[in-house]
């Protein structure tokens, strides 16, 4: 059982670690993009934890959709309107729970995940935070299949994240900012696949 | 990082002040959500058209609000695309019932941002019409990528479809026109050295001694190529050409051209370059009939610069002369 | 260095060419020897005003050349004096018989050729006035040094004086009023970076990361001192408190002011420093009538600033309201 | 006896050392002007070594007043008027004539020396020029006086400007661009003095 606090926990959580990565993310986004993704996320996450303790939210559905409306406000650029996205459609999956289960844990990121897809249009190998999330969303998938609980989801959610993340190195950007560089954008990691894995390995400190 | 600021977080907005106040006559700014609206928004009977995109490309878009050109514009964080809210409120500011063009330069923050806009004023009962501007002929146009970032043209657009309206066209002639700016407009840009974004604190990239980006973006994207130092006459040749022989433009046509500084060039260097974009122009057969020289579309501090020619008709030249009065381009007033 | 040119020694020619290129509509260029003039030269029963110095400072002077401000400038290498031969053509070329002011800014070269200029067209007959601004606060003023250099106020000057001309005001008025315009304008400016002049290769003066030079003048001169990086709100404190004072403005005094770029600063910047100046007045007392905000007198590729008040009065502020038509500064035509 | 075209060879010997020492005067006038003097010299006696190429002057006062009217036309800059003006000066010491001898060498000098005295209202100490003109041509007469020939006088007067010239370093400008450093003129040769310098050494290897 996941609470609302862990929840919040978990929105805490990315604020503390974005800000933290502010420059490494940014860092990436030089290489291939504008250099702005570290600061966009800081100061999405940041507003977006204040915004919760602001006005504290009555259930799960309701916090994720407070990080949306902020995230869609306050970050801009290409990642504002796909993490928006996501916490948007996963806002959807739980609108009144104060905890979810398993099942709930499932639907809130393939929902999540399916949203950003669609807003994006990118596949995998097009260099993307896709890279990182649908890897992701089918290890949180596997894990529950065969019987793991919300730890043993996340765990695997979050490794695959990283691996995805990864894999994005050697890829030739065809989605967003990189897709201009061509065949120069080889050799440099995703920024929004490395913010995804972000945010997955803190879901897994958080959540479980 | 050196720059003449306070605070990396507080760019934006302390700018705006200044520019609110060197200004009142022609605009003013709200703070939140931020834009920058005519002094004498809604202009009744008239189409709205606002634009809107990162901060650090000024004087675009602000400094092109007001009569004859835009209604209200949208500034982003430094090189990020402004959000929905900020596009909603603005539209909603501009809004005299006859509709509202957003002009969106092709990058995928902006387009997804203008999007849940247009929704949004939809939604409210507002006619929306977006044209995106994607005119940059350094990248690669495919299915498989972002297509063409939107860059110079978007000036020319903003000054040609912000005149339309103001005589009186409607969304639906006004969008086309939009369109058909787009459609005719290339451009190509080229960097000495990098931009540092305020937050960032150092170097998007770092070029060096006898090098030079060709194609680079305007928030410091990479281009075409890094390559050696060239002279004036063989950058313009190249880049001449890139843009010329795109569409293709072919003799006996018509051009407005644009010989835009990143915001670190010196206007000696630019004119060095307009002189040599008019032998380009001229061994084509192409004839140049208006043309800017100096900043319009910049990259904060980058040195460099990029040449947009927009093939043009007798109505485009017409809607070019109108008069114009924004902090940027004056004219006719 | 890395510059968009073609070679060192061609510079002001190749950019004077793109300069008559883009703004034919408004003036001509003369090669043999140098100078830039009103297309409409000379303009019958008016005072003609004249000013040059230096390449490298553009849009001035020849980018003030056209109706309502000077008839014609003289550009010199770059950062070096111009000729006595070009300013006596030029004022040959402007002349209608009602005499011709020379603006001249205060450096040694400036004058020493000027004056041999004034010469010989007083030879020729033709009725010359010359007046000297030296504006600039960074730099002592005493029987012991060259005086103050000549900066900002140049800028106001030619457009207030340039009006006058064109509304027919006789040369010694034309001239006192210069002269009060220079007695009541001041000046300082800062640099974060070095300009490098082209022949010369290499950058003027070195800064390291966290260091700037107040007080620099426009041609990279060192100035008061050689400092840290301060914030913009420190920096307009402390320029505004050296210009303000040393006139000295009081409470209930108007202004006219200038935030100049030096070539290589970002508009969006120079808007919030605009900011910080208006914070500054505001808390003297002093009302800003006027204002330009944007690069006028620049020192090539150099990032800083400069700030210039001119204390006005009504006949100033509608002079200075006036038409004007260059390619620098364009408003009421 | 000096010749005409001893004076010619002069001037192509500026003209040489002005486009050797380019860099280092331009370098000089960096530190304490705006870095154009070496520019500004080269340019000048370059165009005045081809003006006498072009129309050959008939005497030594034709081409004195030649150099003169080149540098007023092409230096510009405080140099200009000022080299301008002792040539000029100088010329009229001696139009007409196809040679010169001591006296002549004498009056040449101190006019033109005059001349740039008067132009520019600089004293020996402000960090000028002058501050090479002024012993130089006092060493020139002093050297005459106590019998000295063309060489003797030329020796003296160049040894005396390259004297003078170092005697600049300590100074506070007070004339000219570098006087706006004030007390940070300290420490750095004058460009002008430096020139100044160079022009009596190279009369001493070509004159004598
Ligand atoms: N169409 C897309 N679909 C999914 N992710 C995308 C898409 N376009 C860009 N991205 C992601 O967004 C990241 C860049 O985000 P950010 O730097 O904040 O925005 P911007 O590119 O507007 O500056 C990229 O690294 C990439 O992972
Ligand atoms: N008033 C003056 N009298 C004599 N020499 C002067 C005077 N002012 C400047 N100079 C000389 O001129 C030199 C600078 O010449 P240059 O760099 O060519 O001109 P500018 O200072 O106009 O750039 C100085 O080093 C100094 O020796
Ligand atoms: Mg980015
Ligand atoms: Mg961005
Ligand atoms: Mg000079
Ligand atoms: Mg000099």
């Not at chain 1, 999405?44 to 259930?59: N, Q, T, Y």
Request: net charge negative; hydrophobic share 40%.
């Amino acid at each position: 059982m996941i609470t609302l606090s862990q929840i919040l926990a978990w929105i805490s959580q990315l604020d503390a670690v974005y800000t933290e990565n502010k420059a490494y993310l940014t860092e990436l986004d030089s290489a291939i993009g504008d250099a702005d993704h570290g600061i966009n996320m800081a100061r999405g996450f940041s507003a977006a934890r204040k915004a919760l303790e602001e006005s504290p939210p009555a259930d799960i559905g309701a916090a994720l959709k407070a990080v949306s409306m902020t995230l869609i406000k306050t970050v801009g650029g290409a990642s504002g309107p796909l993490y928006g996205t996501v916490f948007l459609k996963a806002s959807v999956t739980c609108m009144g729970q104060e905890t979810i289960d398993e099942e709930g844990l499932e639907r809130l990121f393939s929902e999540g995940f399916r949203g950003v897809q669609q807003r994006g249009k990118a596949q995998v190998g097009d260099k993307t935070m896709i890279d990182a999330w649908d890897p992701a969303v089918t290890a949180l998938k596997e894990a529950r299949s065969s019987g793991g609980g919300v730890a043993a989801m996340l765990q695997a959610a979050a490794a695959a994240a990283e691996a995805g993340r990864d894999a994005t190195v050697p890829l030739v950007a065809r989605k967003g900012r990189a897709s201009y560089l061509g065949e120069r954008s080889k050799g440099h990691q995703d920024p929004g696949a490395t913010s995804t894995a972000l945010l997955f390995a803190a879901a897994r400190d958080t959540l479980s | 990082m050196k720059k003449l600021i306070n605070s990396p977080d507080d760019v934006v907005q302390e700018s705006l002040r200044g520019m609110e106040a060197a200004h009142a006559d022609i605009l003013k700014v709200n703070y939140d959500p931020a834009y920058i609206v005519r002094a004498d928004a809604p202009v009744k009977n008239k189409v709205g058209v606002i634009s809107g995109g990162g901060s650090g490309h000024e004087p675009m878009h602000g400094g092109f609000v007001g009569r004859g050109m835009l209604d209200a514009a949208c500034p982003g964080a430094v090189f990020t695309s402004p959000t929905p809210d900020q596009m909603e409120e603005a539209t909603k500011a501009v809004s005299s019932g006859q509709g509202v063009l957003h002009i969106v330069k092709n990058y995928t923050g902006d387009v997804l941002n203008f999007e849940t806009a247009a929704d949004l004023c939809q939604a409210e009962g507002i006619e929306v019409e977006a044209v995106v501007v994607d005119d940059d002929v350094a990248v690669k146009d495919s299915l498989y990528t972002a297509g063409r970032r939107g860059v110079g043209t978007t000036v020319l657009m903003e000054k040609i479809v912000g005149a339309a309206a103001e005589r009186g066209m409607s969304l639906k002639e006004v969008a086309d026109l939009a369109r058909k700016v787009n459609a005719q407009g290339r451009s190509m840009g080229m960097a000495l050295t990098s931009c540092t974004v305020p937050s960032a604190g150092k170097p998007t990239f770092e070029l060096g001694e006898g090098e030079i980006e060709l194609g680079i973006g305007i928030h410091g994207e990479p281009g075409r190529e890094r390559t050696a130092l060239k002279t004036a006459r063989e950058l313009v040749d190249y880049m001449g050409e890139a843009i010329f022989s795109d569409l293709p433009y072919k003799s006996g046509d018509d051009v407005i051209v644009m010989v835009n500084g990143m915001g670190g060039t010196p206007l000696i260097e630019l004119y060095l370059l307009y002189a040599e974009l008019e032998r380009v122009a001229k061994a084509r057969g192409i004839t140049i009939k208006r043309r800017l020289v100096g900043n319009y579309i910049t990259s904060l501090e980058m040195q460099g610069f990029s040449i947009t020619a927009l093939k043009c008709d007798d109505q485009m030249v017409q809607l070019w002369d109108d008069p114009v009065h924004t902090a940027g381009l004056r004219w006719g007033v």
